[in-house]
């Protein structure tokens, strides 16, 4: 089961200027793998996510 809360944590930490954080968020996603797709998608659909992110 995914966690949302996560999610959103590591959504809203790809907009870091920190190439450390950007490459640790990317490889928790990759972890997390394609279960975590419809989290992911939630924030874009509503229009909740910044183009940066997306």
Known sequence: MINESEIKALISLLDDTDDTIISQVEKRLFQLGPKA????????????????RQ
């Open 37 to 52: 797709i419809p989290s992911l998608e939630k924030p874009w659909d509503l229009g909740d996510i910044s183009e940066l």
